[in-house]
């Protein structure tokens, strides 16, 4: 049986602010620059997710893409669509608002949840903006 | 002497939120929607300023256009790039942050500076996301 | 009062072909080339619709461009998208189903219901492919 | 010598349809959803071939990608694009429509052909919209 | 009959300089910035080519975009492609190798070529790069 | 801890030719075709530059990118935009053209500066065109 990565994408346009609470404004700005602007700033993200999994040879698919449109949404992009992710999210409460956190706490996210329909999760690709992205292989 | 269309892209990432002071959260939600979450959100914007202008038959261009990107990037990114629109910029002080006025407000500050340059502001451009864009032409 | 043009972009992938009827396929392929290939061929079709109107100064926009999406996809979109442009589509029955035809009869059936809106359609601009793509401004 | 990953992009318009002919109408809807109209739809895809190979030191090019170019679209492009690929791609015949089917199928059209090159396929990737794509490794 | 407007993009990758031959390089570079290097740089252009014409309604279209493509390869994209615009282009030949002057020239190279076909040449429409654009009407 | 890896993408615009100086026109057209057209051409390359590390608990990111960015910028950028590939750059001197060697030596640019940062780099990704890109892991 042939092996097939398929990747969905999806959109969240959300607002964030890379800061640690325990700093200065000024110390912030060192560290973040722009990022930390105390206002907030935001983006329109692109998010690609992969699955791994074995072309089902009766359907000729690795899965119907839809089921795993549906997940994304309902369990990620409906919590960050036109949201704060430092202040609304619950999976990145307390956690700094990288781009690269949001790669690791969107896996955690849908790995278990792509998992149990039985494809596996490969990559969490995340644009901020064309010049700069991020990916995770959840190691 | 021929007339012709020159277009800068600028980009900028902001964080923003459509909403009337006077009116309760759900009032702002049933007219904005999802854009009226008080938390904010954000978008990156692109900026396409179009000039009109003779080609000077000297030069052989309308003019060169890293002067329109300098007054583009002083006068409005860097007023509005990792800033808070509803917040930070001066010239939409007092303004509903939609894509509409930046476009409208965004000419106001760019088509006396442009004129000093003897060109003329045709169209202010700005694409929200990937499926919604706004033009003004100043009228 | 400013006037604004706000467009909304939205997708569709369909079957079609370019034919007469009664033509031979010889005939046709003359006339349209591959595009009268006579098992069907595809595109994924990008439509953008632009419309003009005043910006509304209590609400800062020209109209919410959700209600605009709403019309596009109620009565364009869910005729269209992966359905065979001659056979399956109402509006573009006993017609050429070319890229221009498209606009047209697209025309048709918004602008009625934008006008209701109280904004006026001014463009359907039609993606085919990256290469080609027509504007239709209702003449 | 150092190895690169070269990368040529090809694109085809086709009209398919996921079904399994022994199905109904409306089990086929089941399984596949809007894909499975019975009068087709269709896609812009976008193919990308992905060889490996070693940097020849006297030309610094691993191919000439012009000629794996001309490959692609001899035995690939020239049967699917304005083609069904259901009912006229002979190596797709009696194979389910799928993307990750194609991936599969063009995969073995060209792997002996890139082989007799000297180079090594290493991964062929299509798009089938902008939201979907499909990776297939050879194994 | 209505009327619609077509689009045919094509694309040509060529190095050329700005610089006036009376000047000296430094005296260039005061006008022209970073393109007048005196070796030459180069660029990925897309040209955008829009003719107007009336929807012929025995064929449902202005014109078949293949001859428009036909035209526009033989007289512009093959002197252009992998060429040097300020040397080996016989249509700008004496001109300095703006974006403006590009657009003008190759109007000129188009205009009759497409009245022939009882088409109306538009607007040219030429991408230098991302951030940068030209459009010329005839004007 | 996590590993990820985040990409920056750079643009240059630079003429180019491929050909070995101790051939003939015509036999360099034989071997590299259009492209070593003796009076240049050129591209608008864009540049994909992959890092990988441990995601920094305390600062949620691998690297500041801006950090990447400016390495880059100083290092390859600043010499290849608006320049002669052949002529101009340092660290292309005495090298064929070819995009395979421009990723080959931008990584020999770019590695040791980066591993200073302690981040790893893990892959040179350069577009010519939207048709054809070349990847190298350093192998």
Redesign the interface.
């Known amino acids: 049986m042939?092996?097939?990565?398929?990747?969905?994408?999806?959109?969240f346009?959300?607002?964030?602010r890379?800061f640690?609470p325990e700093l200065s404004d000024n110390e912030n700005y060192e560290?973040?620059?722009?990022?930390s602007?105390p206002?907030?700033?935001?983006?329109?993200y692109e998010l690609f997710v992969?699955v791994k999994g074995a072309?089902n040879p009766?359907?000729?698919?690795?899965i119907?893409?839809?089921k795993v449109s549906t997940i994304i949404r309902k369990h990620v992009i409906s919590k960050l669509?036109?949201?704060?992710v430092n202040?609304?999210v619950d999976f990145m409460s307390g956690?700094?608002?990288?781009?690269?956190?949001l790669?690791?706490y969107i896996w955690k996210e849908l790995e278990p949840r792509l998992h149990e329909l039985s494809v596996e999760l490969h990559c969490i690709k995340i644009k901020e903006?064309?010049?700069?992205?991020?990916?995770?292989?959840g190691?």
Not at 13 to 16: C, E, G, K, T
Not at 39 to 44: A, I, R, T, V
Not at 58 to 62: D, N, Q
Not at 129 to 137: A, G, I, K, L, Q
């Open positions: 042939a092996t097939a990565y398929i990747t969905r994408r999806e959109r346009s959300s607002a964030h890379l640690k560290l973040f620059g722009d990022c602007h206002n907030w700033h935001g983006h329109n992969t072309v009766e359907l000729g698919y690795v119907n893409l839809k669509d036109h949201r704060n202040i609304d956690v700094l608002a990288t781009t690269e956190n790669a690791i903006t064309e010049n700069n992205f991020v990916e995770y292989y190691e």
